[in-house]
């Protein structure tokens, strides 16, 4: 069993920037890709970022790209995102998840993912 915990979610004014952290107990933290995802109000959950269990290999949502960063340590069990150049249009609560797969490719969906954080809420104002 795979429990995730993410900080690091707040206020922030459009052009600011935040730096959300998963923090991973229990399983095997380094041999799972991990993602962020988020979901607005009335919407449903997207894919925002995703790593390999290595590092090596990330990939991102065509809006965040070149604004958001995922890496990991580790050595932490702890995934990151930091973000940049924040966007009312990124208000939304954030979760990391983990995929559960020893050594898996990354992956954009959802549904591939078997353990989810309970999110931190992260609010742009314009």
């Known amino acids: 069993q795979v429990h995730l915990l993410e900080s690091g979610g707040g206020l922030v004014q459009a052009g600011g920037s935040l730096r959300l952290s998963c923090a991973a107990s229990?399983?095997?933290?380094?041999?799972?890709?991990m993602g962020w995802f988020r979901q607005a109000p009335g919407k449903e959950r997207e894919f925002v970022a995703t790593?390999?269990?290595?590092?090596?290999?990330?990939d991102y949502t065509d809006s965040v790209k070149g604004r958001f960063t995922i890496s990991r340590d580790n050595s932490k069990n702890t995934v990151y995102l930091q973000m940049n150049s924040l966007k009312p249009e990124d208000t939304a609560v954030y979760y990391c998840?983990?995929?559960?797969?020893?050594?898996?490719?990354?992956?954009?969906?959802?549904?591939?993912?078997?353990?989810w954080g309970q999110g931190t809420q992260v609010t742009v104002s314009s």
């Open positions: 998840a983990a995929d559960g797969i020893f050594r898996g490719l990354v992956r954009k969906s959802a549904s591939l993912y078997g353990y």
């Open positions: 229990g399983g095997t933290f380094s041999g799972y890709a």
């Open positions: 790593i390999s269990w290595s590092g090596v290999v990330t």
